[in-house]
């Protein structure tokens, strides 16, 4: 069975200090130097750190152009608001625009091609006649389809041709 530690026990690098109540008993002038020291070791520095020559290797041509105006904006807005802020304003904008764009796109297609005589595909709308119960007005409401040809007609009986 493999071992995280290779087999041999494993040692605390941080020494009797790590916990609090050993702290405050006392501690030297050569141990407080050791603690101040091994406290400043545990910070991370700068990271993550961005390498342009690891971006440029792990994404492609294609995604490197798609996220270039973003990345751009960002890089813009980073010396005056921070990166963490910048690369949010790129994330929500970015989604943002997916978003708006999505619902355009949507609407156009349901406007330009719906689905009626004139062509095969197209998204289909069927609306339902409204419930009309005794006691209503106009009850019993008959319906505006009176022949066959009205039923299934997608249009066609409307049509100036």
């Known amino acids: 069975m493999a071992s995280p530690t290779g087999g041999t026990t494993p040692?605390?690098?941080a020494g009797r200090m790590?916990?609090?109540r050993e702290r405050l008993i006392g501690m030297s002038d050569e141990e407080r130097a050791w603690?101040?020291?091994w406290l400043k070791d545990q910070e991370l520095h700068h990271e993550p750190k961005r390498v342009p020559e690891l971006e440029r290797h792990f994404k492609n041509p294609i995604r490197r152009f798609y996220r270039a105006p973003l990345d751009k904006l960002c890089e813009i807005l980073t010396p005056t608001i921070g990166f963490q802020k910048a690369y949010g304003?790129?994330?929500f904008l970015g989604k943002g625009l997916l978003a708006i764009s999505g619902i355009y796109l949507g609407a156009y297609y349901f406007k330009y091609n719906a689905n009626d005589w004139t062509r095969k595909g197209g998204w289909r709308?069927?609306?339902s006649r409204r419930a009309c119960n005794p006691g209503d007005?106009?009850?019993p409401k008959i319906s505006e389809r009176?022949?066959?040809?009205d039923y299934?007609?997608?249009g066609f009986n409307n049509s100036p041709i």
């Open 152 to 154: 299934a007609s997608r």
């Open 146 to 149: 009176n022949k066959p040809s």
């Open 11 to 13: 040692m605390a690098i």
């Open 137 to 139: 007005p106009g009850f």
């Open 35 to 37: 603690r101040a020291k």
């Open 89 to 91: 304003v790129r994330f």
């Open 125 to 127: 709308v069927i609306s």
């Open 18 to 20: 790590v916990r609090e």
